[in-house]
């Protein structure tokens, strides 16, 4: 079991990080394995990025691994039992709130916000400090912001950039002003023609939201396992889920 964080700014305990190298080998497809030698040297946090990019779908990996993290779960999985619902105390009931008041004002399915904010903040483990901003927006012109470190990939190297993230007043905003991104940007049509189909939805965000191929693939499994359709608003005979 995982004890503490390991990776990038983690605390890299040396057991923790020859599990974290044991998991990662087990999962590799391709290339040469990791020593487990319990550093977390460059070679280790390029290999937990490139998981967080091709197997969790995040489209800016902070190649940090953190007990119970999204990022863990998807390294050593576990057989779940299905239930027919998530329990509402899994997902915080302002997250829920914010996302069907997102709906309903520009139509993105909540489901699609939840499942988002699950995977771009790691249920909001990680979000710029200050910023309210679980998805990453980033800041232009004279809008609010914070400063921050982000990994992002130049010429096939992945490097660590300072970007200006938005600030939002609550996370309420960032996720108003993430429906109203998706519901007006130009290469977003195609997902906000699906509206009534989240599945097909989530799969339209692939190659625009994120350029990760398995994006869209990430969400839907966020969606099914969580099952985060129960908290759509009332779409053909769904039901309608208000806190």
Request: overall charge positive; some cysteine; charged content about 20%.
């Amino acid at each position: 079991m995982l004890q503490a964080s390991v990776g990038q700014d983690g605390q890299n305990k040396p057991d923790d990080v020859r599990l974290v190298q044991a998991l990662l080998n087990a999962r590799r497809t391709n290339g040469f394995p990791l020593d487990l030698d319990g550093l977390c040297g460059p070679f280790t946090l390029s290999d937990i990025r490139r998981f967080q990019r091709q197997a969790v779908g995040m489209s800016s990996p902070d190649g940090r691994v953190e007990p119970g993290s999204l990022t863990l779960r998807a390294l050593a999985p576990v057989t779940p039992r299905t239930p027919a619902s998530v329990p509402r105390e899994q997902i915080p009931g302002q997250i829920v709130t914010a996302a069907q008041g997102a709906e309903k004002q520009y139509r993105v399915p909540a489901c699609i916000s939840i499942a988002q904010w699950i995977l771009e903040s790691d249920r909001g483990a990680h979000i710029p400090p200050g910023s309210n901003n679980p998805f990453g927006i980033k800041a232009s012109g004279s809008e609010p912001y914070v400063i921050a470190s982000t990994h992002e990939v130049s010429d096939g190297q992945t490097i660590v950039i300072d970007a200006r993230f938005r600030k939002f007043a609550s996370v309420a905003d960032a996720f108003a002003a993430h429906g109203r991104l998706l519901a007006t940007f130009g290469p977003y049509r195609a997902a906000m023609e699906a509206t009534d189909d989240p599945d097909l939805f989530a799969q339209r965000l692939t190659g625009t939201y994120a350029t990760d191929p398995h994006y869209g693939t990430a969400l839907r499994q966020i969606m099914r396992g969580s099952n985060l359709y129960q908290f759509n608003l009332e779409k053909k005979g769904k039901k309608v889920v208000l806190l």
